[in-house]
Every structure is written in structure tokens, then in C-alpha cells.
């Protein structure tokens, strides 16, 4: 026979002793049948950055979380408004990155923390992520590295016009070689050609 779990208010089948697995669980592990969250005082994100549950500060979230950086930086120079470190525009903690110098996430000491806006915020990282790129993936070439696309861009190629000639030579001999030359044509006039070309052939055929 089915029996419902006998905690108040829970319309679970009841599983041992009387209850639901959630609320048997919750009694074994705590010794109470409420929900018991227990919070550390920080923590690592999945991004690197360090986390802090911080209720009644003023950056926290819902959850009574903020950035360790973020906070840190508010408690040093306050609610703003501050001047961007890239570009010098005024920003405010409604949008107000804070940049780690050193690229280190978790090095969260006030030398290392720089106000920046969105915009030079994300720029910054589209050179970190280039950098990284160019180290991992880069061609070296007279003693540089580049990326595929710089260096077809340096001889007026597409990078897949350069790949495709990396396949039966050396860099040195891809870059030196002189871009084939591109023949422009009046499409529409081609077009009218070969369809009189058509009309033409098939007479033909009629007699």
C-alpha cells in the first residue's frame, strides 16, 4: 500500500521511516527535516574568479554574493562614479569592469585592479585571446609569429588562398609567389552570350 511522506505539507510517497527520500535525507545528513544551505565563505568560479558571500554589502547579488575584486575595489574607492583606465569615460558600477592587470583572476590585490569600461574591457580580451592564439596556432615567418589570415593579408590573399598553396610549399615560398591575377567579368554580359550561344546551338539541331 502507498504511503504519503509524513512530513507537513509534502504530498511525496513516502520512501523509509516514514519519508520521502528528500526529507529522509535531510533528516540522516542534518538532523532536521528543513532545508539546511550551508555556505562557505568563498570560493573558486568556474572562470577563476573568487567569490564571497557578503550579505547587506552593496554589490551583492540575490544570493549575498559578489566578486572578491569587485568588492574590494568598492571598498577601497567607494560608489563612484570612476573614469575608465583605457579610454578615460566615466563609468558606473551599473557598468563597470574591473580589468585584472596581470591576467591572473584570482590575484586580487588593488595594484593589480584597474576600472575600465565595456568596450575596452572586451578589447583587451580579443588581444589576450589573439595573443594566445597566435602563440598556439601561429606560423613563423621571418621571425615573427602570425596568424594564417595576417599573412595572406600581407600579399593580398584570402587565408584560404593561402592554405591552399601551404599545401604543395613552403611559407617562404607561399608568401613570395606573386597573387594570381583576378579577371573581372560583366556577368549579365556573359549571361546574354550564353544564352545566344543556346539559341544558336539548338537551330542547329532543329535543321
Known sequence: MTTICSCDGCGKISRCAGLCSMHYNRQHRHGSLERVRIRKSSYIHSQGYIVEHKPGHPLANGSAE???HRRI???IHGA???NCQGCGVEVTWSNLHIDHLDDCRSNNDMPNLAAK???CNV????AKAKATKIANNGLAYQGHKYLIGDLAAMIGMTGVGLAHRLKTMTLEEAMAK?????LKRNHTKCSKLRQA???ERRAREKV
Open 178 to 182: 606573386p597573387r594570381h591575377r583576378i
Open 73 to 75: 575595489y568598492y571598498d
Open 123 to 126: 578589447k583587451r580580451g580579443f
Open 197 to 199: 550561344e543556346a539559341a
Open 66 to 68: 559578489v566578486y572578491q
Open 117 to 119: 569600461c565595456p568596450r
Open 80 to 82: 563612484g562614479p570612476f
